[in-house]
């Protein structure tokens, strides 16, 4: 194990040269992470508002200058509820100037209930965004529960996850931590 993770580590350090290097990024992915696919050429995410739970709005553009892992969930889903706590640690370990996890639950999901969801599960570092009528995820294609995608520095999406994953895992963490050097490095 200590072999791959040192193999990991020396392949998320060779990415620094080169953002856009979805193959060499594509390398790091093991187990869960296989699932992640990166996008060939950077695409264009939605435009519409999404909310806090004091109504107060946002979009993505807001979060433009870091690496972003967007998770899309809700309330009722069974596995956002498994892979949540893993983005949280991801958080707390990784999150900075370079890379934030963001989280936006789409669909009726009620301000208490999103609560409730996040203190049974013990997670308090992750945003309670709303995107109440779908607008933000309609736009992005996000056709199930939870759809995670990253977003670069310039607000585009480089890659997407459908359905859960372990984030916590060393796989996810070398990715994210070859795209903190690379944004880091610039």
């Given at each position: ?47 519409q ?26 309330t009722w ?7 949540m ?30 609560q ?18 779908q607008?933000?995820?309609?736009d ?11 977003l ?20 996810a963490?070398s ?12």
């Open positions: 194990m200590r072999l791959i993770s040192a193999a990991l580590l020396y392949l998320a350090a060779t990415l620094s040269a080169n953002a856009t290097d979805s193959a060499a990024l594509e390398a790091l992915r093991e187990g869960d992470m296989r699932k992640l696919v990166f996008h060939a050429e950077p695409q264009p995410v939605s435009q508002a999404f909310f806090m739970p004091d109504g107060s709005e946002h979009t993505l553009e807001a979060f433009e200058g870091k690496y972003i892992l967007l998770n899309f969930w809700a889903c069974a596995p956002c509820r498994h892979e706590p893993m983005l949280a640690e991801l958080q707390a370990e990784f999150s900075g100037d370079a890379f934030e996890v963001v989280t936006i639950a789409t669909g009726r999901n009620k301000v208490e209930g999103m409730k969801f996040f203190y049974e599960i013990a997670v308090d570092n992750l945003p309670m965004f709303r995107d109440p009528k607008a933000v995820a309609r992005m294609a996000v056709l199930g529960l939870p759809t995670t995608v990253i670069d520095p310039e607000g585009n999406e480089i890659a997407r996850l459908r359905g859960d994953a372990d984030w916590a895992s060393e796989s963490k990715i994210i931590s070859a795209l903190i050097e690379t944004a880091e490095a610039s």
